[in-house]
C-alpha cells in the first residue's frame, strides 16, 4: 500500500517553455501533497505543500507564479513549472500523506522527475 | 520553524561494522522522526521511524533512538551490508505538519 506515482520521470525541454509534472497517490486518498527540489548531493527542500480543494502553501523564497500547483483531486497533484530557465534545472519529488492510515504522519515519496532546461 | 542537523555528512564503514547518524532538531513540539534512504537516481525510502512517546525501537538490523530531553535522535545500522550504501536522511515533523529534513549522510559500506 502506500504507492506515489509521479511523471514524467525525464523530461528536458528548451528554455522559456513550460513543464508539468503529475503526482497521483495510488492506493489511498491524500489531501496533502509535497512538492520537494533536490540539487545534486543536497537534502530535499521543500517547496509547496499541496491542498485538495485550495491554494497551495509556498515556501518562503519560492515563486508561486513560476511554480504553479493545482490539487484538483483526492489522487492527483499537478506542479507546472513556467517558462522554465536552466537554473530550473533540478529533480523534483513529491510526496503523500494516507492521513486515513494508521500512520498518517508518515510521507511516502513518488519516483521524481529529472528536470533538464537546455 | 523546524531546524535539522545531520551528522556526519559521509561516512564509510567495513562490511559487518556498526554505522551510527544522529540528527538533532529544534522544536521541541516535534513528535514523529522518520528516516529514509535514498539510493542514487531514486525516491526515498522510509526504512523505519520514531514518536515521541517511545525511546527506542528496532527492525532487524536498524534501531533508531530518541533523546527527547536533549532533543536528538539516531540511526543505528548493525553488521552492514555494501546494499546499506546509499545517503540516508533523518527528519522531523509534528504529527501531520509540514517535515524538515537533514541534509543527509552518504554511507559507503566496504566490502
Known amino acids: 500500500g502506500a504507492v506515489v506515482s509521479q511523471h514524467p520521470s525525464w523530461v528536458i525541454c528548451k528554455s522559456g517553455t513550460s513543464v508539468k509534472i503529475e503526482c497521483r497517490s495510488l492506493?489511498?486518498?491524500?489531501?496533502?501533497m509535497f512538492w520537494y527540489r533536490q540539487f545534486p548531493k543536497q537534502s530535499l527542500m521543500l517547496m509547496a505543500t499541496?491542498?485538495?480543494?485550495?491554494?497551495?502553501?509556498?515556501e518562503q523564497g519560492v515563486e508561486k507564479d513560476k511554480f504553479l500547483i493545482n490539487h484538483a483531486s483526492l489522487t492527483l497533484s499537478t506542479l507546472t513549472v513556467t517558462s522554465a530557465h536552466p537554473e530550473d534545472s533540478s529533480f523534483y519529488i513529491c510526496?503523500?500523506?494516507?492521513?486515513?492510515?494508521?500512520?498518517?504522519?508518515?510521507?511516502?515519496f513518488g519516483p521524481g522527475t529529472r528536470l533538464l532546461v537546455l | 520553524g523546524e531546524n535539522v542537523e545531520q551528522h556526519p555528512s559521509t561516512l564509510s564503514v567495513q562490511e559487518g561494522d556498526s554505522a551510527v547518524i544522529k540528527c538533532t532538531y529544534s522544536?521541541?513540539?516535534?513528535?514523529?522522526f522518520p528516516w529514509y534512504k535514498q539510493e542514487l537516481g531514486k525516491r526515498p525510502q522510509l526504512i523505519i521511524d520514531?514518536?515521541?512517546?517511545?525511546g527506542e525501537k528496532k527492525d532487524q538490523r536498524i534501531a533508531v533512538t530518541l533523546n527527547k530531553t536533549a532533543k536528538h535522535f539516531s540511526l543505528h545500522i548493525t553488521e552492514t551490508q555494501p546494499e546499506d550504501s546509499a545517503v540516508y536522511f533523518c527528519?522531523?515533523?509534528?504529527?501531520?505538519?509540514?517535515?524538515?529534513f537533514g541534509a543527509g549522510t552518504r554511507l559507503t559500506v566496504k566490502p
Open positions: 510526496s503523500a500523506r494516507d492521513t486515513a492510515g494508521t500512520a498518517g504522519e508518515t510521507q511516502y
Open positions: 492506493d489511498f486518498q491524500a489531501t496533502t
Open positions: 499541496s491542498n485538495e480543494g485550495s491554494k497551495a502553501t509556498y
Open positions: 522544536d521541541s513540539a516535534s513528535n514523529y
Open positions: 520514531i514518536r515521541s512517546n517511545v
Open positions: 527528519a522531523a515533523s509534528i504529527g501531520v505538519g509540514d517535515m524538515r
